[in-house]
């Protein structure tokens, strides 16, 4: 009996080749039933987000990883080139390999939660299908724990690793809880797009989307279920806002000391946190010096976010140690004996 | 075991607050440092007891005596504001604080020692002693909010995000929030401390009570601009640590 695991991501495979092996909902439970009727496999589960495919299975002894990659491309109708597109583990890699998976440290983004509960989804429906047995079961809770004290333990979740999520933690470090705050994105596109949802996501309640051109403020305003407003018309909504997005492509500064001055006493002198990731840059640094005024350029931000990262990094090496003294405490069979 | 009481006080929140220090550098939560200020609470009570049974009323006779009620009232006002702002950090910066006013209470000869317990006791003089140093307390509380709200305020500014410092500290909307409010309970016990000061048999207006009453006003405007007409969050923490330290400043004088 051993374990293997079988994979492919977004380090060794492009999208073109991830997108054939990607599977649906509906697509996995087939997969699994046809894996676990294959020759010589015990137990199974598959994993697959839109980064990675991973086959995880417990064989006879005589079965190995060239057979379960064999089957695979086949069941895929994957006749391209295989070289470095697979990666593959046995036994205590195999179970190291997924305990890093579950803690986020395979992922794109280091140290992402979203995968945990991916990992946790895909073992869920294999256990239901009947595809898990006693290796499995005990591997998959053994690497949920993992994953939780490498999340407790360390800080490889730590920081903002994004421009979006950046401008999200400064906010929330001058606001506490966004709950019920209101914000303006002037100029409507990708990153006025993703910055907006990473604050509603924390809870923005308003949001309120203004362009030069009126209609791609409509259409982002229906995408983030916002509110457009004419281009001539932001000054005056500015007395009610907490936070200030500003991505537009014009080549000069759009707010200006007095734009923020006019509604000072109107504001109550409440904090503004004024978010600018254009460039050329869209709001006059003189606005910062205003005492209430908190404004960070794409620069501060995206300093922000590689210093997040290397954290994380710096992290690895501890994440490390954790996973290899959890997985020998834990006498997984498949993976610290052959049977 | 008397002034041994305010020594185990002293190096609780000596302890409290380098233990939230050290908890802060290495960016981990300094909620275990409320607990350090319990105990100094508890230490302070009991050096404020042995003082009270000595004098039979309220132990502010002296500067000792001042320092350490002083001292308490700040301990009790963060232990109350602390846990429900969720201002851990806040002790960190109250302790110090609080290890000064006890250190000036330890100096030789700030306790009398031939005291002679009081025959009768006005309860007006009573009320208007402790409530005095009671909102003390708590606008010392505000001030130490304040110096708070210098430092994050000034990080976020400059974009010096690192350190534990900006990760352990409370948003700027909150430490506003507890600013004022914190002053306002402070400001409701001086004007009941006032108002007692006034009742007190057999005096009419002091120059403390003057001095009192100046401050309640100064106060009162602060605060009147900051809810009816606004102002930025640095002018208020302006506001209040420079009106704490002029208030104590005066009141060291007379």
Same mark, same amino acid.
């Given at each position: ?11 060794? #495979? ?173 100029? #409507? ?60 492509? #014009? ?89 | ?70 001292? %308490? ?50 309860? %007006? ?61 402070? %400001? ?67």
């Amino acid at each position: 009996m051993k374990l293997i695991c079988l994979g492919l991501n977004h380090e060794t #495979a492009p999208v073109g080749v991830r997108e054939i092996f990607a599977l649906s909902e509906a697509g996995l439970d087939r997969e699994t039933e046809s894996l676990l009727a294959a020759a010589d496999v015990r137990e199974g589960v598959i994993l697959s987000t839109c980064n990675r495919t991973e086959y995880y299975a417990v064989v006879n002894g005589g079965s190995g990883v060239t057979e379960l990659e064999n089957w695979i491309c086949e069941q895929r109708g994957y006749d391209g080139n295989r070289e470095g597109v697979f990666y593959h583990f046995e036994a205590r890699e195999a179970a190291e390999h997924l305990c890093r998976v579950a803690s986020g440290m395979n992922s794109m983004v280091l140290g992402e939660t979203e995968i945990f509960g991916q990992v946790k989804q895909a073992y869920k429906r294999s256990l239901e299908g009947g595809a898990t047995k006693t290796v499995l079961n005990k591997l998959f809770q053994r690497a949920f724990g993992v994953g939780k004290k490498v999340r407790t333990q360390t800080r490889i979740q730590e920081g903002a690793t994004s421009v979006a999520g950046a401008s999200v933690e400064l906010a929330e470090k001058v606001f506490g809880q966004l709950k019920g705050s209101s914000v303006m994105v002037i100029g #409507a596109g990708e990153m006025s797009r993703k910055t907006a949802r990473a604050l509603q996501s924390r809870g923005a309640s308003s949001v309120l989307v203004t362009n030069r051109s009126f209609d791609k403020a409509v259409d982002l305003a229906e995408e983030i279920d916002g509110r457009a407003i004419p281009f001539d018309g932001w000054e005056e909504e500015l007395a009610h806002l907490d936070v200030v997005i500003a991505a537009t492509g #014009a080549p000069h500064f759009v707010v200006k000391p007095g734009h923020v001055e006019a509604v000072r006493r109107k504001r109550k002198y409440r904090p503004l946190i004024m978010i600018d990731i254009a460039v050329p840059r869209d709001i006059d640094p003189r606005v910062g010096e205003i005492e209430e005024v908190y404004l960070y350029d794409i620069d501060t931000l995206q300093e922000m976010a590689d210093q997040a990262r290397k954290r994380r990094e710096e992290q690895l090496r501890v994440c490390e140690t954790i996973i290899r003294e959890e997985v020998d405490k834990a006498h997984l069979p498949g993976v610290t004996e052959e049977s | 075991m008397g002034i041994g009481w305010l020594v185990i006080a002293t190096l609780l929140a000596l302890a409290g607050g380098g233990w939230g220090f050290l908890a802060m550098r290495g960016e981990r939560s300094g909620r275990a440092g409320v607990w350090w200020m319990v105990g100094v609470f508890g230490a302070q009570l009991m050096a404020l007891g042995w003082r009270g049974e000595m004098r039979g009323q309220c132990p502010l006779g002296d500067l000792g005596e001042v320092c350490l009620f002083l001292a %308490w009232s700040l301990t009790l006002f963060y232990l109350v504001t602390g846990t429900a702002y969720r201002l851990s950090l806040l002790g960190v910066f109250t302790a110090p604080l609080v290890v000064v006013l006890q250190a000036v209470a330890l100096v030789p000869g700030a306790f009398e020692t031939e005291v002679v317990a009081a025959a009768s006791v006005d309860p %007006w003089r009573e009320v208007h002693t402790s409530f005095s140093v009671l909102s003390y307390g708590a606008l010392a509380l505000a001030a130490v909010a304040g110096v708070m709200f210098f430092v994050l305020n000034y990080r976020l500014k400059s974009h010096k995000f690192g350190g534990g410092l900006v990760h352990g500290m409370p948003s700027i909307r909150r430490l506003v929030e507890a600013m004022a409010r914190i002053a306002v309970v402070g %400001w409701v016990i001086l004007t009941a401390g006032i108002v007692a000061g006034l009742l007190m048999s057999g005096r009419n207006m002091n120059l403390h009570l003057l001095v009192a009453t100046v401050t309640w006003v100064l106060y009162a405007v602060l605060l009147g601009i900051y809810f009816v007409r606004g102002m930025p969050g640095r002018s208020l923490a302006i506001g209040l640590t420079a009106l704490f330290g002029l208030s104590l400043m005066v009141f060291a004088k007379l």
